[in-house]
């Protein structure tokens, strides 16, 4: 018998592929042209010499067009060594956003206009501390010899001494003397000074409907040509709750200054510079607190019993 060698021959190609593969590839096109649509990464086909078969293998999936090797999870914290985007998380804010009115400090309206009086104080029998307001004016002289009194300076505050209203105030009639040494009214002030009638317009706007405190408060309404409500107004002058806690006779009509000095050991119409309208409102407005709750009590059960 004789000896026949046969040499086989293996090809490394891939073999021909037969009608069934051909037909599995088309089939497999239109499922990854189906799966780009649904927006699942796009993957390539490589035959598999080991296995004699072609296998597919999925693409990278991709971010912002750019393939990514590894795609990261969501996170919320910002990796500082990477540029910041323009469209990065909320936490960034954009130049032209608004800021936030709570990271803003409060805003200061001391310098356009004066605050009004707290509501935070506790409410008495008269009614709450935004309706008081203190009055104190300061006069000059016309006339012969400057007797005839006129107003120069007007000032109100609120319950808690805050300025209202202090304008200097032009008078109807020519100035004879300006009583510098107790009004302290200089010639200089009443040049740009508010007409007399349009201060008593804004002054009266002010005081309607509140209670009014005022020291020898007759006076004041006199220089304003005003009649404020007696129900309405408090003059410091003559309590006589307020003389006995200054150890004065109840029925004397003590000054604002001996008053002050007395209840609160306080100088106050000192210096050369005469008067301030606004610091006498304020002790005036002080003496009432000091008083308020007795007194308010004491014109409510004499109000009841007429």
Not at 45 to 60: L, N, S
Not at 91 to 104: D, E, I, L, R
Request: overall charge positive; hydrophobic content about 30%.
């Amino acid at each position: 018998m004789s000896d026949i060698c046969v040499d086989v021959l293996f090809d490394d190609t891939p073999q021909r592929q037969t009608p069934s593969n051909r037909k599995r590839k088309r089939n497999r096109a239109p499922l990854k042209k189906n799966s780009e649509q649904r927006g699942s990464p796009e993957g390539k086909q490589e035959y598999d010499h080991r296995m004699g078969r072609t296998r597919y293998v999925q693409a990278p999936p991709r971010r912002n067009g750019a393939v990514t090797n590894h795609p990261s999870a969501p996170s919320h914290t910002h990796n500082n060594s990477l540029p910041h985007s323009s469209s990065s998380s909320a936490g960034t804010s954009h130049p032209s956003a608004k800021p936030s009115t709570s990271n803003q400090g409060p805003v200061n309206t001391s310098a356009t206009h004066c605050p009004s009086a707290s509501s935070s104080h506790k409410q008495t029998s008269a009614g709450i501390p935004a309706k008081y307001l203190a009055i104190d004016c300061e006069m000059v002289g016309s006339g012969p010899k400057g007797h005839i009194s006129q107003l120069a300076r007007c000032s109100l505050v609120s319950y808690d001494g805050d300025v209202v209203y202090d304008k200097f105030i032009k008078p109807a009639m020519p100035v004879t003397d300006f009583r510098t040494r107790w009004s302290g009214i200089r010639r200089c002030d009443l040049v740009n000074a508010v007409p007399h009638s349009d201060a008593r317009k804004e002054i009266v706007r002010l005081l309607m409907g509140k209670v009014v405190i005022g020291h020898a408060i007759h006076n004041d309404f006199k220089a304003l040509g005003y009649s404020h409500p007696a129900a309405l107004t408090r003059d410091t002058s003559r309590i006589p709750l307020l003389n006995q806690k200054a150890g004065f006779a109840a029925t004397e009509c003590a000054s604002l200054k001996r008053l002050t000095k007395a209840i609160f050991n306080r100088d106050i119409q000192t210096g050369k510079k005469g008067h301030s309208s606004v610091e006498d409102a304020r002790a005036t407005m002080e003496l009432y607190k000091v008083v308020e709750e007795e007194w308010e009590k004491h014109l409510a059960s004499k109000s009841q019993a007429s």
